[in-house]
């Protein structure tokens, strides 16, 4: 049994500067595989992957301007519009996610923040998916204190808020809002005892500097998130990051095995983008140090990579999928289970 990582364990680090997050990135290719390998073996299965599904449950029309989101009203995307699905179209979905062998059900909303009304209507469909034996995540912009609490009530186990990259690169992607409000967000989802799922997005013409700023930020947060979703950007026509250059993809793995040195305990999902990624760069990812997917055949409104490719990488590299086993998901914890040191 490995020693739990916790907050005031020595690989537990909230003091990161960010000459230190970029040298890590710097690292010759083979050094920082080695390292995120070794720190992933130490606190989790190194076989093992979780995964997720997710679901855009308001769709479009959203007031804020990210420049790389279909969602946005501020964009030309031609996607359609949806309201809040109601709640018996929600749970056929989450019951399909669970007889797929999905543990955790995510849902979406293209909002600034939720309405109070809107807030109890997620609430309901929150208590009737954790009924149904899943864990739940949502991500609906926002949050007051005061909501991250009715949603605590109400039985969820984790919130979804990226800081998506750098501070400094941020005025860039998005104009209507502030780094500060993501971070006040976290604050309150911290402070209501919900779990963390919080990483951003690689290929927006960001700088390595910038990616090592991003996952400062995460690292030095006062709690490690519990989750990190590291996406890749899908290029949609129409948002004003359609045909950025391309990301060179070993810096993808290079920043997703930084990801798993700086935030040992966390789980570091490889998210959007895995559609247009080789099977053998996703192997990469994994050894990095991933360990966590988006599974399904959509992600909120763009294809994700399709289920039976899924488990036939998972098959090929001998990756199990996790079974939700709540003894083992202590937060923070280690999540390598006793007795089975090389499981
Ligand atoms: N509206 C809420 C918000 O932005 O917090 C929740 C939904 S939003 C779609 C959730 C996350 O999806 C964003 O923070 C971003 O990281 C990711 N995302 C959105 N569009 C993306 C794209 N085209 N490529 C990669 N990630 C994307
Ligand atoms: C996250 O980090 N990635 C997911 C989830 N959290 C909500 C969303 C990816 C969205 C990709 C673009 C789309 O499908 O609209
Ligand atoms: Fe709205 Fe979220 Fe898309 Fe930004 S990322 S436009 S907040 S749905």
Not at 320 to 339: I, K
């Amino acid at each position: 049994m490995c020693m739990p990582v916790r907050d005031d364990h020595p690989q537990i680090r909230h003091d990161w500067t960010l000459d230190a997050v970029e040298a890590l990135l710097d690292l010759p290719f083979n050094d920082l595989l080695l390292q995120a390998q070794q720190v992933h073996r130490a606190c989790f299965a190194p076989n093992q992957v979780q995964v997720s599904t997710l679901l855009s449950i308001k769709t479009g029309a959203c007031p804020e301007d990210c420049g790389y989101c279909a969602q946005s009203a501020h964009h030309e995307t031609g996607l359609p519009r949806e309201p809040l699905l109601p709640l018996e179209a929600v749970l056929t979905a989450a019951r399909d996610a669970k007889a797929q062998g999905a543990t955790r059900f995510c849902m979406g909303a293209a909002w600034r923040h939720p309405s109070d009304k809107h807030l109890d209507q997620v609430a309901a469909m929150v208590t009737a998916i954790h009924d149904l034996g899943l864990e739940t995540c949502v991500t609906l912009g926002m949050l007051t204190a005061g909501q991250a609490l009715r949603l605590k009530a109400a039985g969820l186990d984790y919130y979804n808020h990226n800081l998506d990259t750098s501070p400094e690169f941020y005025g860039q992607v998005i104009s209507t809002r502030t780094y500060q409000d993501r971070l006040e967000t976290l604050e309150h989802v911290r402070a209501a005892g919900l779990k963390t799922c919080s990483g951003g997005i690689l290929g927006m013409g960001e700088s390595r500097r910038d990616r090592a700023s991003l996952l400062r930020q995460l690292a030095n947060l006062p709690a490690h998130p519990e989750s990190v979703p590291i996406n890749l950007l899908v290029q949609v026509e129409g948002t004003p990051l359609f045909g950025t250059a391309p990301l060179d993809p070993l810096e993808f793995v290079r920043t997703v095995a930084a990801a798993r040195c700086l935030m040992p305990g966390s789980y570091v999902r490889l998210s959007a983008g895995r559609a247009a990624m080789s099977d053998e760069l996703q192997a990469l990812c994994y050894f990095a140090g991933a360990n966590s997917v988006f599974y399904g055949e959509r992600l909120l409104t763009t294809p994700n990579a399709a289920s039976d490719r899924d488990h036939a990488l998972f098959d090929r590299l001998g990756l199990r999928v996790e079974a939700l086993e709540p003894e083992r998901r202590e937060p923070g914890g280690c999540h390598r289970p006793h007795g089975h040191p090389h499981a």
